[in-house]
């Protein structure tokens, strides 16, 4: 099986994750997050400031989407923001967030504590979200491959950032082998990722 890692590029590729992201959120206990509609897509707000990522492998001489991840930065991403005006779906995202990055809404107790520090010293502040597999690929080596291809765009393309997750206690573990750290009591987890770590 040979896969692909990329920026999401074009409309159809977009939607496709978007229904992707609602299909595998729907059918597991975080159904509750999402807003139905008929469209059955997942989408909100902080697509807007997104670098959205999409694992494809290669079927029948095309590229089809198996998997992905969307990367929040504490700033808009003019690419997605010109993907989601083309496909007519800024209305569904037009709420604005409490919270430049969903974590910081998730544990407002800790935010002067334990996140102010690290967003002070980053000029870029980023949160991975989102990350799926179609139920017929799922697997940790895939999984692995979609967070350390997305630390590896990230890496090259900016200059120092901090990079939250929030995650499931029995994820924990995966994040640390890429450098996580806890932030606070919380099962919340930061990188610092400065270039010279290449």
């Given amino acids: 099986m040979v896969c692909y890692f990329r920026e999401i590029q074009s409309q159809h590729e977009m939607i496709s994750w978007l229904k992707l992201r609602y299909t595998i959120y729907n059918s597991t206990r975080c159904a509750g997050f999402l807003s139905e509609n008929e469209m059955e897509i997942d989408i909100d707000a902080y697509d807007l400031q997104s670098k959205h ?45 409490d919270e430049v990055l969903p974590i910081l809404s998730y544990y407002p107790e800790d935010k002067e504590t334990h996140f102010s520090p690290l967003l002070a010293n980053n000029p870029l502040a980023t949160e991975g979200s989102r990350l799926v597999l179609n139920k017929e690929y799922q697997s940790l080596r895939l999984a692995k491959f979609i967070i350390s291809s997305a630390l590896t765009f990230h890496l090259r393309a900016e200059e120092d950032w901090v990079l939250f997750v929030s995650c499931n206690p029995l994820h924990a573990r995966l994040y640390k082998s890429f450098g996580f750290e806890p932030v606070c009591e919380h099962k919340t987890w930061a990188k610092d990722a400065p270039v010279s770590a290449l």
């Fill in 53 to 97: 990522y999409g694992l494809f492998v290669e079927e029948a001489d095309q590229q089809k989407l198996i998997g992905g991840l969307r990367v929040i930065q504490n700033r808009p991403v003019l690419s997605s923001i010109r993907l989601l005006k083309e496909l007519n779906l800024l209305p569904y995202s037009e709420d604005k967030p």
